[in-house]
């Protein structure tokens, strides 16, 4: 895979979903604000395995990296 592959993957919203919910998690704790941290683990959490559940069940040419690569030809 070429970094223009690896940017786009990461670029996903699934992919921005769980380095949200691990910068405020980790934000959250550095506070001390233990409550909190489980509080967002648990709102993300659905969240985030809803997108993974789609991801899988969606054709492969729903995917955007890949929709991009074969356009690129």
């Not at 959250?28 to 959490?45: A, D, E, P, R």
Request: with cysteine; hydrophobic share 45%; net charge neutral.
């Amino acid at each position: 895979m070429n970094l223009k592959g690896i940017a786009l993957e990461l670029c996903t919203c699934t992919w921005l979903e769980i380095m949200t919910c691990i910068g405020i998690t980790l934000y959250l704790l550095y506070l001390g604000q233990f409550n909190l941290s489980i509080i967002t683990v648990g709102v993300f959490s659905p969240l985030i395995f809803f997108h993974f559940v789609v991801t899988k069940l969606s054709s492969p040419d729903n995917a955007c990296v890949r929709c991009l690569k074969g356009s690129e030809s």
